[in-house]
Structure formats: structure tokens, C-alpha cells
């Protein structure tokens, strides 16, 4: 019955986002047209066409606020705060609510395609004024959210441990975690570390946890896709490629500089490989995840936007298509809940990999004392 109820919660979200995203594609203009020339366009007859591509980009491209729904010419968003600096004005910290994109100037800037820029008394863009933007955009707020979730679940879960020790059976909530925990800890951090696993398990639980949760909260209609945001998978990527680098010794880089038991002129080609190699490990971490959370937003809505599409051709088939449509995005939605888990899973186990190969040599020379 509970999966029952799932499923059709689900089915419902996705046709109340079929239609919102229908009026939203119909309603508003096109990006670089004003009101005015959609209104003119409109009285002579002339139809907006659905723009897939571009609603697809739109909904999985950062913003300054969210955007939930449009209705006729009303707009249903949640406005976030914009922090702007320039050396020239100081800072500005106001709503964005008193923006509409591409139209209206406020405090002296503008937005235009979710970009803030510096513009003159008569509204023109100012080239001579930088502006640099400290925003909390939707994709900050969400990873502001994730933060303090993955803190309340920690702190939370520790406390029930320390209230009632470890010989009691976990309950609740702590039932649902403790078993992902000593899964990251028995599959993914003693096999690649060893006996230093306790040393690298907070920073593996944190990255594995905090993943996790940006990927179930972007499969929200209407949230922010932050980990399919390249910037935010290369900060991860970065961290882990620091706490590598700290985790290196000896052994670590001398097979990098001087690989042995290889002819002196193999090391000559494979010293500039390993060191390439040192940072393609964190670039893989950063585009498996991004490419991977991208691709499934992209699937999803592609399917949607099917409906509009063969709308166009003919209103039968835009209403035709429509369970199709529907079934198929509640399908790979599906499919989405384990890539979230999955994508968690991958980015943990490949960075305690690493971390375990900077480190490799110590096995070796624990094995030969033994």
C-alpha cells in the first residue's frame, strides 16, 4: 500500500509538472524579447514555439531565484537574496523579486540571462563598472539546506548513541542510517585504507552523506540541480584531490619520478603519464558525478517536453503522448533514486581508492617487517 501511495504521489507530480511547465513554455516570452514584441507578435497571430532545448537548459541552469510555476502572467517563484559588490559602488544587498530579467534595472544593475550587470542612468549596460556577484542563488541555498540537514542527521543520530549506548538495537530514524554507515565503513573504507580507515571515515561519510542529499533534494520539481552544477562537483573534486595529496609519502612519489624496474627511457615517457595522472583522478570525480545527475535531469525533462512538442504538431497528440510521457519520466525517476545512491556510492569508494594508493607503500613495507 505504501509503495502504492509512492507511486501515485509521484504520477501526480509529474502531471501537475507537465501542465505548470506547459503554461510556463506558452506564457512567457522569449528570452530576448521584450513584453512588448510578444504582445504584438500575439495580436498579429503569430504563435511562440516551444523551445525544448532551451527550457530544458533554463530549468537545470542556476538562478537567482525559484521559479515553480507559471499561470497565465503570474509567476509563482520564491525570490532570493542578491549580494553584489563593486569598487566603484560599494555593496548592494536587496531582493531579487526587484528584477525581471532582461527588463528592469534596480540599484544600478541588471539581469540579463541570470547574470548580473552594471548598467548606466538610461538602463545600457556599463562595461566601465565591474560588479562581482556574491548572490545566494538557488543552488547555494540548496547546498545551504544540505548542509544543515546532513548536521541535524549527524548530530542528531550521535546523540541517540550517546543517550543510549551501542549495546541497544537502533531504532527509528538511526535504523534507516546506521546500516549506510557501516556499509561505507566496511565496503568502502577498510578495503582501500586498512588500518587507517578511522583516520579518513569522517571525511568519507561527510562527502558520501552530503552527496546524497543534494541528489534526493534536486529530484524535487522545482529544486535546484546542484550536483549537476560543474562548479560544485570540481570543489568536491578538489577537496578530495587535497586530502590525497596530504595522504602521499615517500614510496607514493617515487613511483611517480622514478618508477623501478622499468629501462631508463620508458621512465622518460612515463614521469610526464604519472604526473597527468595525478590530477585526471580528481577530474574523473568531478565529471562522472556532473555528467551522470546532468544527463538524468535531462532525460526527465526531455520526456516532458515530448508533450509540448507534439502539441504543436496537433492538440490530439500533445494529449496522446501525454501518459506516455508521464510513465516514461516517472520510469527514469525511479531509475534517478538509485543513480542518486549510486553516484554517492562511486564518488566515496573512487576517492578512498585514491586516497589508499598515496599511501600504498606502507602495506608493502608492513608486510616485509611482518
Known amino acids: 500500500m505504501t509503495l502504492r501511495s509512492v507511486k501515485s504521489l509521484l504520477v501526480a507530480a509529474f502531471s501537475l509538472l507537465s501542465v505548470f511547465f506547459y503554461y510556463a513554455s506558452m506564457a512567457q516570452p522569449k ?3 521584450t513584453h512588448e514584441q510578444a504582445n504584438a507578435d500575439h495580436k498579429e497571430g503569430h504563435s511562440e514555439k516551444f523551445n525544448a532545448g532551451e527550457s530544458i ?4 541552469a542556476d538562478s537567482h531565484e525559484f521559479h515553480f510555476f507559471t499561470l497565465g502572467e503570474k509567476h509563482f517563484t520564491m525570490p532570493l537574496p542578491v549580494i553584489v559588490y563593486s569598487p566603484q ?8 523579486s526587484k528584477f525581471e530579467e532582461g527588463e528592469v534595472a534596480y540599484n544600478g544593475y541588471k539581469l540579463e540571462h541570470d547574470k548580473i550587470v552594471a548598467v548606466d542612468a ?3 549596460v556599463d562595461e566601465s563598472v565591474k560588479a562581482y556577484d556574491f548572490s545566494i542563488t538557488k543552488n547555494v541555498f540548496q547546498m545551504l539546506l544540505a548542509v544543515i540537514l546532513l548536521i541535524w542527521i549527524m548530530t542528531s543520530i550521535a546523540k541517540k548513541y550517546k543517550a543510549q549506548g551501542h549495546n541497544v538495537a537502533p531504532s527509528g530514524f538511526q535504523n534507516a542510517v546506521e546500516p549506510v554507515i557501516t556499509f561505507v565503513r566496511d565496503d568502502v573504507a577498510k578495503p582501500n585504507l586498512g588500518h587507517k580507515y578511522e583516520k579518513y571515515m569522517p571525511y568519507l561519510l561527510t562527502v558520501f552523506f552530503f552527496i ?4 534526493i533534494i534536486g529530484l524535487i520539481p522545482g529544486s535546484a540541480n546542484v550536483t549537476g552544477n560543474i562548479a560544485f562537483t570540481a570543489l568536491l573534486a578538489v577537496i578530495s584531490f587535497i586530502v590525497i595529496m596530504i595522504s602521499t609519502n615517500g614510496h607514493f612519489w617515487g613511483h611517480i619520478f622514478w618508477p623501478p624496474g622499468v629501462p631508463f627511457l620508458v621512465k622518460l615517457i612515463l614521469i610526464p603519464v604519472e604526473l597527468l595522472s595525478i590530477f585526471i ?3 574523473a570525480l568531478m565529471i562522472r558525478l556532473f555528467a551522470n545527475m546532468t544527463a538524468g535531469h535531462i532525460v526527465i525533462l526531455s520526456f516532458v517536453s515530448l508533450i509540448f512538442i507534439f502539441g504543436q504538431m496537433a492538440t490530439v ?11 516514461f519520466s516517472v520510469f527514469i525517476y525511479f531509475i534517478e533514486i538509485l543513480v542518486a545512491f549510486i553516484q554517492a556510492f562511486i564518488f566515496t569508494n573512487l576517492t578512498a581508492v585514491f586516497i589508499g594508493q598515496a599511501f600504498e607503500g606502507e602495506h608493502h613495507d608492513e608486510a616485509h617487517a611482518h
Do not use: M, Q, Y
Request: aromatic share 8%.
Open 31 to 33: 528570452e530576448h524579447e
Open 57 to 60: 537548459l533554463h530549468h537545470i
Open 89 to 96: 559602488r560599494g555593496l548592494s544587498v536587496f531582493s531579487s
Open 122 to 124: 538610461n538602463g545600457a
Open 317 to 327: 497528440a500533445g494529449w496522446g503522448f501525454t501518459p506516455v510521457s508521464i510513465a
Open 212 to 215: 546524497l542529499i543534494n541528489n
Open 281 to 283: 583522478k580528481p577530474a
